[in-house]
């Protein structure tokens, strides 16, 4: 069995976890297991989702996969000792090595990015900058000789995921676990990307982020 | 304000959920609730992931939205009067009731989908067109005169909140909605759908949902 370590940790963004996890669960052969700080439920940033934690960083020092998730409870993570000696611990027998959105700057903080280009979410490339990695815009970049895998924002765990079940099993565990979640994205606009969403969309998201801080 | 319900039950498919709930909860004028039958926290198909139920069916009759995500535990609710009930009390009144993946016979059990044409998963299809629907593969279904959207299978309910987001307040909120989540998806493989899949995904999908029940 491959195992899998998805962080929790308060005010994480769900869809960041869930997506890799929605992925990597249809596989027989993966084990997933959300893991946090304490066995105490942890809330996404509006408090509208609660998640249960069911080990704890020390009761899972050495997962075959880790994946973090981001949300703006990254920020509390960066100077957190315990956290960042957990990813470090893991990452030194971990397969792979994962983030989504701004998981990044925690793995980033750990110190497991120095020099590498990496991803985060697309507001926050300019700080993963500070954490010694070389931010691109691509939706997953990999470095397979250093075992780490980074994500865009978001939604991109899920392609993220995809491409870690063709590594761990094979293409075809891949294409299963893509057809087993119907993920034939049909997006009813293109504003995903900054490079294509209008001023206007760009305007309203920043309106809409301050509201909800 | 719009009161947004997403119905939890056990053995759920957490992407359901969270796909809409992550796309909803960017827009600051929705609010979102996990509803349940009881305040219980339930558990994913594989028994993975542990959701908390911050409300009851009784405490939340009348949502502006109701979203019901799909998974395995549907099949239990086919014949439970209570969520039935609650089902079919809560669209008298909501603005839109909507399902994804296998929440759809939800619906369809709740008389709500009779001589409609609907969607579900895509290995549903035919046990959806058994309560009363008229199954199509769209991605996304929606009958605006009658105030009901169904999704197919498991990550549509992204497309689908969209949609819902431009139908509750407009185009750019969704747009605003669509950048933040970065939903720009490059799928690094194209089986996504049962067209395009090969046989041997097939026989590989088969075979892992077998290992999976």
Redesign the interface.
Known sequence: MTSVAVALFPRF???DA??P??VL????SI????VGATRT?VR???G?????V?ATFDEMPDPDVLVFPGGIGTRDLLTDGPTLDWVRGAHATSRFTTSV?TGSLVLGAAGLLDGLTATS??AALDLLASFGAQPTDQ??VEHLDRRILTA?????G??MA??LV?LLVD???????????????????D????R???D???A??A???A??A
Do not use: M
């Open positions: 963004t769900a869809l869930i997506g996890y929605e669960q249809r596989v027989p084990d997933v297991t959300f439920p996404s940033e509006n509208f989702l609660g998640i249960e069911d959105c979410h697309w939706r997953v865009a924002g978001v939604s991109s899920i392609d995809l491409r063709e293409r075809t565990a891949a294409e299963a676990a893509q057809l087993w979640i119907e993920y034939d994205p049909q997006p009813p606009f504003a995903g990307s900054p294509r969403a209008s206007e969309v760009k309203r998201a309106e809409y982020a509201a909800r």
